[in-house]
């Protein structure tokens, strides 16, 4: 509402909220918009406005992801008295367990305490008669209306500025006028576009495609091959930045994240031989998937995701490149809710409250970018792989050891610290060191190695 | 059905902190009770029992002193925990993230002042 005598646009006692798409970015909003709304004492409305049922199993319920919920997600709505329920929880994970052509290694939670969490967004993959099963979505969704959050079944059509508000309608009929409309679409192409209309600035962010599916396993043969362990892959594979084998229940969820991923890189993938070794021998990979996608990622921020009256949030705005997504819509969600209540709804208060949030995750995803770099090249280079296994090993091995390698590992792969932070420790010297200590020891045992084969040949001659 | 609940598990009366032990992290019960004692008299006085989402250990974030009270488990419990570090870090950024954490603590002040009234 705009305040005549102050000129500032805020929200006042009475205000009402849209919020358009109900995946974790629209409740994490809703959830702390009106938890801070309570403690400041102000009386809003809000209505989700979700097109999903994410109580459907396989793609009708399901935004689309890897399932992980991060170390310092975890750690956070803990802190916020969020604790996630034992069935929305598919899988405690207690371990990465690293996969190179060179050979494997176990990367152990620094702990021995289960702070990740594998789960299903909708009710699980299609088919899927596990009734246990909650989906994510669904439980954060569940919270909001028990903040008193009003939520509506259907897909957003249409969205127009007015003078004093912004009309939404939906395909199934509700025409409805708000005061702040929330943009928490994803990366929904279609939406996207009904935002870049209220707001003339507003460019969507750019994305790449990427590659998910299920393999039904049964629990038991879970819990036997890949256990409470993510299998993450740094494979010398074109496109590929990152593959992850992601155990849930009695399914196991494959992700490929890179540029581009097709049907031909994914089945290069599939017959990788350190990727086979994983799944029984028996087992007919073809025919124990049940859904498979290829769904958009966040490659590059959104510009300028807000407006007077609008903000965009999680996906639609700036997200954590090729990890905990979930995690950055928090981020997002929390510093537009925050904006929102304490600082008002003008585009002046969200460039000043919001957009620094925004920057600050798209600055460390060009941190990310030059981390990848580097990746891709170690996942190119034997030796180099040979090293960083070899390291890996040693720290594992030693209790109390300093465990640089496996540390910066860890929080790569859980994307539970920044890129800023992860860059700054492979810059410790004895990171350099280590690395070259073990590289050139690989390097030398390949090379005795050779000298003693030839030798043997000799004398066998 | 096997619990998939996060954090590290407890058994039935194990000692999660120790009353005088350092500590520098704060504990969420993700599933379970545990149980509040002072053990700083002759004999052992339960001071009270916290359940799910609630927290422990807060002290050692703020202070540098020692633990204040032991805490046990009542049961199975699963507790998490949150590094001084990660939390400093995180507040840094969204302060916000303390509301809670704040707010239990003057609810707890508030509970002890009722208690000396009472006595
Ligand atoms: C392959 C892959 C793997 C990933 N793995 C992980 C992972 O393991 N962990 C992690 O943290 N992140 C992961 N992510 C990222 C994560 O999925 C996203 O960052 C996260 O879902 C963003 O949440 P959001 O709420 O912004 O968007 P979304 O989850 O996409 O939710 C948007 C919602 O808006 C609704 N909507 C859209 N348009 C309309 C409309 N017109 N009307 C009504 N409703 C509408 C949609 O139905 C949807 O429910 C992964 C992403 C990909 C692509």
Known sequence: MKDESTGTLE?????????????????????????????YGLDIDIDIIEAKDFNCTGPPGCNRCGGIVSES??????????????????????????????????????????????????????????????????????????RGAKTISGRVIEAERETDGISIKTKEGLEKKYDLVIGAIGLNARTLKLFENI???????KTTKTH?????????????????????????????????????????????????????IVSAFLNAKPVKECFPEDLDLKSAMPCQCYPSINMDGAKSAYGDRVILIGDSASSKLYKNGIGAAYITAKAAAKTA?????????????????????????????????????????????????????????????????????WDTFTGSATYTDILR??????????????????????TNNKKNEKQKVRTTI | MKS?????????????????????????????????????????????????TEFFGEMGLFEKDVRSCTIKAMGDAKIMTIDKRNFYKTIQKDPSLAYRLLEKMSNRLRETNKKLRDR
């Open chain 1, 11 to 39: 929200l006042k006692d009475g205000s009402n909220i849209a919020v358009i798409g109900g995946g974790p970015a629209g409740s994490f909003f809703t959830y702390f918009a009106l938890d801070f709304a309570e403690r």
């Open chain 1, 73 to 146: 997600l975890i750690q956070s709505l803990s802190a916020e008295g969020i604790v996630l329920p034992s069935n929305v929880i598919s899988r405690g994970i207690e371990s990465y367990t690293l996969h190179l052509e060179q050979g494997t290694t176990v990367i152990e939670t620094p702990l021995h305490e289960q702070r990740i969490a594998s789960m299903f967004r909708g009710s699980g993959p299609l088919g899927s008669e596990d009734t246990e099963q909650l989906s994510f979505d669904n439980y954060l969704l569940e919270l909001c209306k028990e």
């Open chain 1, 199 to 205: 707001c003339p600035s507003f460019k969507p962010p």
């Open chain 1, 212 to 264: 998910i599916c299920e393999f039904y396993l049964g629990e038991e043969r879970v819990d036997e091959y890949f256990g409470d362990s993510m299998h993450v892959f740094l494979l010398n594979l074109p496109n590929i930045k990152f593959g992850a084998l992601i155990p849930k229940g009695p399914y196991v969820t494959l992700v490929l994240l890179g540029s581009n991923i097709n049907k031909e």
């Open chain 1, 341 to 409: 209540i304490f600082e008002g709804i003008s585009e002046s208060d969200l460039k000043r409250h919001y957009q620094p949030v925004c920057h600050d995750l798209d600055r460390d995803n060009l941190v990310g970018k030059l981390i990848f770099i580097t990746t891709t090249v170690i996942q190119k280079s034997a030796i180099l792989k040979k090293g960083l296994l070899s390291m890996v090993i040693n720290e594992q091995s030693k209790a109390n050891h300093k465990r640089l390698m496996s540390s910066i590992l």
């Open chain 1, 425 to 446: 420790r492979t810059l410790n010297p004895l990171f350099s060191i280590n690395l070259i200590g073990h590289t050139l020891k690989t390097l030398l045992t390949r």
């Open chain 2, 4 to 52: 998939k609940k996060l954090g590290r598990p407890y058994k039935d009366g194990e000692v999660v902190i120790k009353q005088g032990d350092p500590g520098d992290c704060l504990y969420v019960i993700q599933e379970g009770k545990v149980e509040v004692i002072d053990e700083s008299g002759e004999t052992e006085i339960k001071l009270a029992e916290l359940g799910e």
